[in-house]
């Protein structure tokens, strides 16, 4: 039986190279909302994204995020940004979030990749966010340049998986 949930996760990969193709509303909502139905610590939902559509909005993420200067030529991105005063929680959950939506675009067909992860409190700065939030990533969203095929270089399963303790092989 196929699963699509691991299918995602097995073949989604971080493209940064787009097409000049619009993303249906439709399609960014879908993915915007996958964030937003993640599961939460205690339910405490201390999330927050905003959706960049405009292009000179895209253009101005590409400038400011050092690494994704590719966001430039994304259909569209998301800022997210979780409340400070959550710490870990807050943090664990926006980062859960990041996956849910990546691998939602993925599954539409839509490429996407974490960008961001340190200085990005121009960003938050430039689109309004208040200094209770900080911003984790912006996630460019665009059909991919070129068909994109899921083959990832990962450790062999034997060397990341234990089973029962550390180094004994999973049975």
């Known amino acids: 039986m196929a699963n699509e949930v691991f299918e995602a996760v097995s ?6 190279e787009y097409a000049d193709k619009d993303l ?5 909502r879908r993915i915007v909302d996958a964030g937003r ?7 405490v939902q201390p999330w927050h994204f905003i959706v960049v559509r405009e292009r000179a909005g895209v253009e101005k993420l590409g400038e400011l995020v050092r690494t994704g200067p590719y966001i430039r030529s994304a259909r569209a991105a998301i800022i997210v940004a979780y409340e400070k005063a959550k ?6 959950d926006a980062s859960r979030a990041v996956q849910s939506m990546i691998l939602t675009a993925w599954g539409e067909g ?3 990749n974490w ?3 340190s200085d990005l409190d121009r960003v938050r700065a430039e689109f309004g966010l208040p200094d209770t939030y900080a911003v984790i990533a912006v996630i460019p969203l665009a059909y991919p340049k070129r068909k994109v095929v899921g083959h990832k270089k990962r450790k062999p399963f034997h060397e990341v998986v ?3 303790r550390f180094g004994s092989p999973l049975r």
């Open 115 to 117: 960008t961001g992860f």
């Open 11 to 16: 073949t989604a990969l971080a493209v940064r």
């Open 24 to 28: 249906p509303a439709g399609v960014l």
């Open 162 to 164: 234990s089973g029962e």
């Open 110 to 112: 839509v490429a996407s």
């Open 37 to 43: 139905l993640t599961g939460s610590g205690s339910n």
């Open 87 to 92: 710490g870990s929680i807050g943090l664990s």
